[in-house]
C-alpha cells in the first residue's frame, strides 16, 4: 500500500545526511527500502515494510544455558518497563524494535527512534549484561556479536 503523499526514502534520506553532516554518524543505504545506521553502541537497521516503518537493533546473541527460562522471564518483565521499544528474539539474537505508521514519519520522528535505539541499548545492555553473568549463562561468540542485523 503505497503512500503517494508521504516519500517516505526522501525523509530517511534526508534525516541522515542531516545527522551524518553534524555528527559524523554513518548509514548505509543498500536498497530504496533499508537503511543501516552506525550509533556509538549499536547500529540500527531502519526498513519500509509499507505500511509500517520498522527500526530494529540488536542488543546482544541469544543466551545459551540451564537458565534460560529466568532470563526470558527478565526479558519480558523489562519489556513492560521500557517506552517506545520492544525486546524480542529474531535469529538468535536478542533484538529491541519499534514500529511507526508511515503516515506518522516525519524527520523527528526519525531521529526520536534513533534516540530511542541508542539510550535503550545503552541501558539495557548493561542490565542484561549482569543478567546473564549473574545466572551463569554463555552469549555465544562473545559480546563481539552485537552489532549484527537480523533480516528484519
Avoid at 15 to 43: A, C, K, M, Y
Avoid at 46 to 53: A, E, L, Q, R, S
Avoid at 102 to 128: A, C, N, Y
Amino acid at each position: 500500500m503505497a503512500h503517494a503523499n508521504v516519500n517516505i526514502e526522501e525523509i530517511v534520506n534526508d534525516v541522515l545526511i542531516g545527522i551524518n553532516r553534524d555528527t559524523g554518524l554513518s548509514f548505509i543505504h543498500p536498497d530504496e527500502n533499508t537503511w543501516l545506521v552506525d550509533l556509538r553502541s549499536t547500529q540500527v537497521h531502519i526498513k519500509n515494510n509499507d505500511p509500517w516503518i520498522t527500526s530494529a537493533s540488536v542488543l546482544m546473541p541469544d543466551v545459551q544455558g540451564d537458565n534460560k527460562e529466568e532470563f526470558y522471564r527478565g526479558l519480558l518483565e523489562m519489556n513492560g518497563t521500557i517506552n517506545h521499544l520492544r525486546i524480542g528474539i529474531e535469529q538468535d539474537m536478542i533484538t529491541l524494535s519499534s514500529e511507526r505508521p508511515i503516515g506518522e514519519i516525519t524527520p523527528m520522528s526519525i531521529v526520536d527512534d534513533l534516540v530511542f535505539h541508542q539510550k535503550g541499548h545503552e541501558q539495557l545492555f548493561e542490565r542484561l549484561s549482569e543478567k546473564v553473568h549473574e545466572l551463569g549463562l554463555l552469549l555465544p561468540g562473545g559480546n563481539e556479536d552485537k552489532g549484527l542485523i537480523p533480516q528484519f
